[in-house]
């Protein structure tokens, strides 16, 4: 199917909205920075990856879900599990792997699940999960329910196999996904030039029957949330799965021992992404359109501060598994 | 007691538990248009439909995906392999997606999914084709492993399987799908788990699983004649195994032979003799002796073959080895 480019897309200006993505963005983006603070501290450990720089994505996206919806991403997953709705202080809590996580201990950072939102995972596999994102696809379709997933992939998933056969299978069976890839331009150090033999990943779509492929400008939070409207819509209600490829940059390094700009991106390159930065964008268009103030702001910096603060201080004081957990969860006992 | 092939057990597993519960679905290559590449899934299609007998593209990792995703979102999936040779195509779904879920998820996430297909070697099909792979995923925490060798075993341990809430391997045959046996036309269940003592003998015990059941049956008929009396135990489940009966039969005999259809090194069998030496090793009156294949990848002319199989003379032999005769 044809690509085609959305980025224009605007949405009448809408200041409930803006705040509340605004405060979307902004709980992601301290809260990681908290969560860096901690790793310094050693009180979070194994490998741990920011998602500061591509909180638009997440807000944009998984912002407009119903509750029944699914999501399932990478294990650069902090942002999406926030904007989901599972709590800071579970998120934290798994961070320092501690009892009260989202994943009880045992998941860590790149393994957030929450049963309650249908956050169906970080997955440490590069490109193993969009296979799983067409089962449940292919569940919600099975049952005829309405439901969507929504599945988050580096730029790096679109060269693995498995990335085709799922994409293959949903456009071939009609499934209600969207495949979001978020391409911050690096898998770890090399350059999505380096590695895909195309230059717009969207493109990828073109093999496929059914498959809507779409570039977002992914720091921009209006675009990325109208654009993956249309492909929400179309997924709820023709069952017809999309690519996104949105558009956005890491601003950190691609793990805690990555330096922030590396030998792999000049600092130029980062430097102006910084630019672009998708919550400052906002507020700079919020104060611009006079729906917001610099007291308000601060206001809201404040209010972020202090659950962030909150999240810390709960996991800091949740106790850390018992050691027969160790045993627990391997196999279910029950068989139905 | 009506008589039928391995393959209608397993057909007849599939379509009582299909008609039991809507979630349960059948994916895989040929299962359905075709009829199932060894003619397991038949008439299932035309029974229940293509939304329920979903014939896939020839795509192990992403169709074993599906299944995976699918379960978490409420279904119970059986997915065929055409072989298991192909399935390695498809491991990591099995073992970093399904046997991982429930525990990095903290309990939350639960993956009832059968994984099926035939395992090890049938005749002349050559190294690619001719694999036993119970070992590498008996390995596993997180996935329960079957492999039955009766059509009796087939049926209710695949309907065990289909029931249980985990993931499970299961592990059939090619050489085993034309077998017959005797199948209750009332509903059973086997208990996934435990394993079932084939024959009673008090000279030498014969632990083993799967297609090699039947050399182990008939070897125990052979030695009978020769007044040495076997006891054949087959373990039915490979993980968890049931390590309870292998030491009871152990310290009843005080001799034990291991056969197993696939490779020696780090083999099932490595697993059986653990547990032997660690319960037993004060009844054993003999070092326990494994069969198995050849440590070489399985060559294609006849003779050849032959003798890379662990087999019935092979077997009698580690039997009077173990019983100094
Ligand atoms: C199959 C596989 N190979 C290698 C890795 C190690 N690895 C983890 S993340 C990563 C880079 C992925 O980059 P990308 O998909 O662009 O996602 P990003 O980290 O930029 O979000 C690599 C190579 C892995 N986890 N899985
Ligand atoms: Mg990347």
């Given amino acids: 199917m044809a690509t085609k480019k959305r980025t224009d897309a605007k949405s009448a200006s809408d200041p409930a909205l803006d705040r509340e993505m605004l405060h979307s963005m902004l709980l992601q983006r301290r809260f990681e920075e908290k969560v860096g603070e901690a790793y310094a501290l050693g009180k979070i450990g194994g490998f741990c990856h920011l998602y500061i720089g591509q ?30 709705g ?22 860590g950072s790149m393994h957030l699940f929450d049963r309650n939102t ?3 995972g970080g997955h440490g596999i590069v490109g193993s999960h969009v296979p799983l994102a067409a089962g449940v696809g292919f569940a919600i379709k099975y049952r005829g329910g309405d439901q969507v997933i929504v599945c988050f992939m ?14 293959n299978m949903a456009a071939l069976w009609k ?15 090399t350059s999505v030039e380096r590695a895909a033999a195309v230059d717009d990943l969207s493109k990828r779509a073109l093999g496929y029957k059914n498959m809507d492929g779409i570039i977002i400008d992914g720091m921009d939070v209006h675009a990325v949330r109208a654009a993956s409207a249309a492909a929400i819509e179309r997924a709820r209600t023709e069952s017809l799965p999309s690519l996104l490829e949105v558009r956005t940059y890491r601003f950190r390094g691609h793990s805690m021992s990555d330096a922030v700009s590396g030998t792999y991106r000049p600092k130029e390159e980062l430097e102006e992404y910084t630019r672009l930065d998708p919550i400052f964008s906002l507020k700079a268009k919020m104060i611009a359109d006079r729906v917001m103030t610099e007291n308000d702001w601060d206001a809201l910096e404040q209010e972020v501060a202090a659950t962030v603060l909150d999240a810390w201080d709960f996991a800091d004081q949740s106790p850390e598994p018992p050691l027969a957990a160790l045993y627990e969860d391997v196999l279910v006992d029950t068989t139905s | 007691m009506p008589i039928i092939t391995y393959r209608e057990a397993l057909n007849q597993a599939l379509r009582e538990e299909m008609a ?6 059948l994916m895989g290559e040929e299962v359905g248009v075709y009829n199932g590449a060894y003619k397991v899934s038949k008439g299932l299609m035309e029974e229940f439909g293509e939304n329920r007998v979903v014939d896939s593209p020839i795509a192990e990792l992403g169709f074993a995906g599906v299944g995976v995703g699918s379960a978490l979102a409420g279904l119970r999936p ?14 990591d779904q099995v073992v970093n997606s399904a046997a991982k879920m429930l525990y990095m998820s903290g309990g939350q996430f639960n993956v009832p999914i059968v994984f099926r297909g035939p395992n090890g070697a049938a005749l002349q099909l050559g190294a690619q084709h001719s694999q036993a792979f119970e070992s590498w995923l008996a390995h596993i925490p997180g996935i329960k492993v079957v492999s039955p060798g009766t059509p009796y075993d087939a049926k209710g341990l695949l309907k065990s399987a289909i029931r249980d809430d985990n993931p499970v391997v299961f592990l059939e045959g090619e050489m085993l799908y034309n077998t017959k046996g005797e199948v209750p036309e009332e509903e059973y269940l086997i208990p996934l788990g435990k394993a079932q003592l084939k024959r009673e003998g008090s000279d030498c015990s014969i632990i083993t699983s799967g297609k090699m059941v039947l050399v182990a049956m008939q070897v125990a008929d052979l030695l009978a004649k020769e007044d040495i009396h076997i006891d054949v135990l087959d373990l039915l489940t490979l993980r968890p195994m049931d390590v309870g009966a292998i030491t009871a039969s152990v310290r009843k005999t005080n001799r034990a032979v291991v056969l197993e259809e696939g490779w020696e090194v780090c083999g099932i069998g490595s697993q059986v003799v653990d547990y032997i030496q660690r319960d037993c090793f004060d009844d054993l009156d003999a070092p326990v002796i ?23 003379a092979k077997t009698i032999a580690a039997v009077k080895q173990v019983m100094y005769r």
């Fill in chain 1, 55 to 84: 909180e638009a994505v997440s807000t944009g996206i998984v912002g407009q879900l119903r509750h029944d919806d699914y999501v399932i991403g990478t294990y650069r997953d902090h942002g999406q599990a926030l904007v989901r």
């Fill in chain 1, 86 to 107: 599972i709590t800071p202080r579970a998120i934290m809590a798994e961070l320092f792997g501690r009892i009260d996580g989202c994943s009880r201990g045992k998941g």
């Fill in chain 1, 118 to 120: 249908n956050f169906l």
């Fill in chain 1, 154 to 167: 580096g730029d790096s998933v679109v060269n693995i196999g498995a990335f085709h056969e799922a994409l």
């Fill in chain 1, 175 to 189: 499934l209600p996904c969207l495949f979001v890839i978020e391409n911050n331009r690096y898998g770890m150090g």
């Fill in chain 2, 20 to 25: 039991r519960d809507d979630r349960v679905y």
């Fill in chain 2, 78 to 91: 059986v997915i065929e392999f055409m072989t298991w040779n192909f399935a390695l195509l498809a491991i």
């Fill in chain 2, 290 to 312: 494994r069969v198995h294949q050849a440590d070489v990848p399985m060559p294609y002319a006849k003779a050849l073959e032959k003798s890379a199989k662990p087999d019935v």
